[in-house]
């Protein structure tokens, strides 16, 4: 083996140390087990053996009650102490906490991009404080990637066409390795960057230090008005398309008859393929934008609508009907 490859990757989020004991309770009991069937076969290999040249073997009848039930119980209890304990574990992992930061992943074949709630964009290397819930929601520019941090014991698909969310909270400072576990392309294996855990006060420091590496991207507000956004959604009376203050959150009647609520996933899929939901009382006259706008520009327009304020709040267009709909 590699003199300097560890065995196991360091223990560096709160979910790790969950993570490990879980493995390592599964991987006892499969020890457990499989020594103790091993040991039973040798066993009765020797002592059940063919004696005599002659000699036929028994016909068993019957059965024994308690053994029959010992064997379905326990690993039946087993099984189950895996399941829920492993449940808790995945919801945990699956759920973000409310006071989570905000944070952009896009894979590429063969980089990893990132971009911090306050804008701040790098390329294969994340810089992240510590003891600080972070929230990744990632997509892809090319085909399936894999964002994976071993020492956060964090893994998940990176998909084309929509998001996928994690989070971690990192509880050691230091610098990690983050991989793309799926095979990805010819650089697959260059596909790698460094996750830097720093002290909150140094983090702020590296905020405002440098520039923001991967180009400008226009902000959302740009974005609406440069794509033309703001032709249709207008907040006047003859607008002729949803006013998108304050939907954020909101739920929307479709005209299917279905109702969604307004979250990433929907306003990016309006942007991107307006006609698969289209809202009730509007004509689909909207153009998708897919192959014109990049994920990033898909982001910041995400963004932007987010975080416009109802209609009527103060700083908001007036005279707009709240979320938009007739
Ligand atoms: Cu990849």
Redo the contacts with the bound molecule.
Sequence with gaps: MLPNAPVFPPVSSTLASKVDTLFFFTLGVSVLFSVAIVATIAAFIVRYRRRRADETGQEIKGNTLLLELAWSIVPLGLVMVSFFWGASIFFESARPPADAWSFHVY?K??MWKVEHPEGKREINEFHVPVNQAVKLTMTSED????FSVPAFRLKMD?LPGRYTTAWFRATKTGTYHIF?D????VD?SK?VGKIHVMEPQDYKRWLVSGASAGGAVASGEELFVAKACNTCHRPDSSARAPVLDGLFGKKVALVDGRTVTVDESYVRESILSPATKVVQGYQPIMPTFQGQISEEEVVQLIKYIKDLPPAGAPGAPAAAPAGGKP
């Design positions: 894979g074949q063969w085909v399936i990637h894999n990176v793309c799926q095979y990805c392309g697959h596909m």
